[in-house]
Nanobody
Framework: QVQLVESGGGLVQPGGSLRLSCATS????????MGWYRQAPGKERELVAG???????NYADSVKGRFTISRDYAKNTVYLQMTSLKPEDTAVYYC??????????WGQGTQVTVSS
């Protein structure tokens, strides 16, 4: 059973930074793509950032220049570095991994709250 476990969320002031981590129970080599999504209260879940097996990344327009997705194969972990955080970044952040054979897995989510 593949498991993804997020960590690193919390309360931060506007303009602050956080780094989210997504640790996988197996090798991240098994995932064709990995991504970070978020869901704010009353809103649909949206893609924040993604990275594929070639290292290509993509970002939502709202986070470009502020967020960076990266991965550490040795630690089987994907990160989301978030800077210049805004109140509208407040949401539950989820990690998702999609294997080349099509199976997808979600983490349980980690809360990020940006407030003064």
């Amino acid at each position: 059973q593949v498991q993804l476990v997020e960590s690193g969320g919390g309360l931060v002031q506007p303009g602050g930074s956080l780094r989210l981590s997504c640790a996988t129970s197996g090798s991240i080599f098994s995932f064709a793509t990995m991504g970070w999504y978020r869901q704010a209260p009353g809103k649909e879940r949206e893609l924040v950032a993604g990275i594929n097996s070639f290292g290509s990344t993509n970002y939502a327009d709202s986070v470009k220049g502020r967020f960076t997705i990266s991965r550490d194969y040795a630690k089987n972990t994907v990160y989301l570095q978030m800077t210049s955080l805004k109140p509208e970044d407040t949401a539950v952040y989820y990690c998702k991994g999609v294997q080349s054979r099509g199976y997808s897995y979600w983490g349980q989510g980690t809360q990020v709250t940006v407030s003064s």
